[in-house]
């Protein structure tokens, strides 16, 4: 089980947990505001779009080149960015913080 | 080849030097071919504009038929943005659970009349309705009124001899006024009279704004979609195996409506007007002239996709840009996302197989591409599970 701490855009702190499944997918189903999840989690659409708390990037992990490639172009694009589709859910991410953009 | 390949005419000249130029009624365009130069030249709406002269960032040019800008599409930032927060939480409505019920009522009727017969015209008898159905949930207006848009057929805003004809562009203008006079004096629940309702910098939308959105509304999601809903089809026919597989693997269906699009890319290539002196891809691109974004193109780059002239359904990375990219993405991709999803649940769940009986295919024609984009027709037979 792996419980992710979301904050959005106006500041609301949503805590969510699975054990399974990608971290978009948990937002969805938790109604996280800002994270649209438009292309179902492929990394085309960018509206999944978060910034890792800085104290759990090492958890997290980088971006591979694609993902990168995407993030760059995204406004409010900076270091700490991940498409949450694209980062699974598993015990290694477990009490991870993240920053809804949109 | 499969009859329900679409080639990819773009590639060595996207490998050897990134561009294309074709002419276009004395106002030539550079098309740019890189997945990376198309989303960069995207984001970048200073240097490449989409708020020019109405009509002419489409390619083939449609200054000279028309003068209604299309909102928000023929908008920079700014005012873009203000525009487009008008209009995005509707636009989204396709998610809601009984939209997803009415657009499954809609395309279960489809595949269990063409079950039943025993040649079917794809184009016409099936993709054709279904996009004017499925739009009347869009535009939250009667059922009923899409009869009245098959009726124009479909080459409703262009002729089958040429792609710029002012008189059968009329057609769905006059429509469109009449439909918001109507709105004014009965206004409902409807796109056309939320519209007339909402504000924008403090005052009310013009009808010439309104106009604006719902020529954009009906053009934009027409041809598309009706493409995809067709070359889905072919696709399938092809490859009874991938029908099979969504109907034991559900969950994969939203992967497999991206690679579609992808593999599709309904819409060949969109342009922009260059506002200052540039370069894109190391070549030169002067001030007032065009480029285009070819999304077609782009979204057979080998650089980021493998295999890209394959459909690999549930391709896991996938960063195509088949509904454009950057401020001016789609605002109809939800409910065409939603549309295809809900087709591929319905014929995963009913057919069993399609022959391809007889088709004709469109081939655009680019300068030096010709592009296969999808049919003129194209006569089937469903077979339904036992
Ligand atoms: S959900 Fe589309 S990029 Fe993450």
Redesign the pocket.
């Known amino acids: 089980m792996a419980k992710i701490t979301f904050i959005t855009s106006d500041n609301e702190t949503i805590v969510a947990e699975a054990s399974s499944g990608s971290v978009?997918e948990l937002a969805k189903d938790n109604n996280v505001t800002g994270i649209d999840?438009?292309?179902?989690?492929?990394?085309?659409?960018?509206?999944?779009h978060v910034h890792v708390a800085a104290g759990d990037f090492d958890k997290v992990g980088a971006p591979g080149e694609i993902e990168a490639d995407?993030l760059e172009l995204e406004d409010n694009y900076n270091e700490h960015s991940r498409?949450?589709?694209?980062i699974d859910i598993s015990d290694a991410i477990d009490g991870v913080t993240l920053h809804v953009v949109n | 080849m499969k009859k329900s390949a679409l080639p990819d005419p773009f590639a060595q000249a996207r490998e050897a030097k990134g561009y294309g130029t074709i002419e276009d009624q004395n106002d030539p365009v550079t098309m740019l071919l890189r997945l990376k130069d198309v989303r960069k030249t995207a984001k970048d709406t200073k240097t490449f504009q989409s708020g020019a002269a109405p009509g002419r960032i489409v390619v083939p040019s449609e200054v000279s038929i028309r003068d209604t800008r299309q909102i928000p599409f023929e908008v920079d930032p700014p005012m873009h943005g203000e525009y487009r927060a008008l209009l995005e939480d509707w636009f989204k409505r396709p998610e809601q659970p009984d939209y997803r019920e009415s657009l499954e009522e809609i395309i279960t009727e489809l595949v269990d009349e063409a079950l039943q017969t025993d040649s079917l015209e794809v184009m016409e008898q099936f993709a054709l309705k279904l996009q004017s159905r499925a739009l009347t949930l869009l535009l939250n207006i009667p059922y009923e009124e899409s009869d009245t848009w098959i009726g124009w057929g479909m080459h409703v805003f262009r002729s089958e001899e040429s792609a710029l004809d002012g008189d059968k562009a009329a057609i769905l203008y006059d429509y469109i006024d009449a439909q918001i006079d109507k709105a004014i004096e009965h206004p409902g629940d409807d796109l056309y009279s939320v519209l007339l309702d909402s504000e924008i910098e403090g005052r009310k939308l013009t009808k010439e704004e309104v106009k604006g959105v719902m020529i954009l509304t009906f053009a934009g999601g027409r041809d598309t979609v009706i493409n995809a809903v067709t070359n889905s089809i072919a696709y399938f026919a092809e490859h009874p195996e991938s029908l099979c597989r969504l109907d034991n693997e559900p969950e994969i269906t939203a992967h497999a409506v991206e690679e579609l699009v992808r593999y599709f890319s309904p819409l060949t290539h969109m342009g922009r007007v260059v506002t200052e002196d540039t370069q894109v891809c190391e070549h030169a691109a002067k001030a007032d002239t065009r480029v285009s974004l070819c999304w077609a193109s782009a979204n057979r780059d080998a650089s980021t996709f493998e295999n890209p002239n394959e459909i690999v359904i549930d391709r896991k990375m996938n960063p195509h840009v088949g509904f454009g990219f950057g401020i001016h993405k789609c605002l109809g991709a939800t409910h065409a996302r939603q549309v295809l999803r809900v087709l591929l649940g319905v014929l995963a769940q009913k057919v069993k197989s399609i022959d391809i009986l007889e088709q004709k295919d469109n081939i655009e024609d680019w300068g030096e591409f010709q592009r296969k984009v999808g049919y003129d027709s194209i006569q089937v037979k469903f077979h339904g599970k036992d």
């Open positions: 978009m999840g438009d292309c179902g989690g492929v990394c085309s659409c960018a509206t999944c995407m498409l949450c589709c694209q």
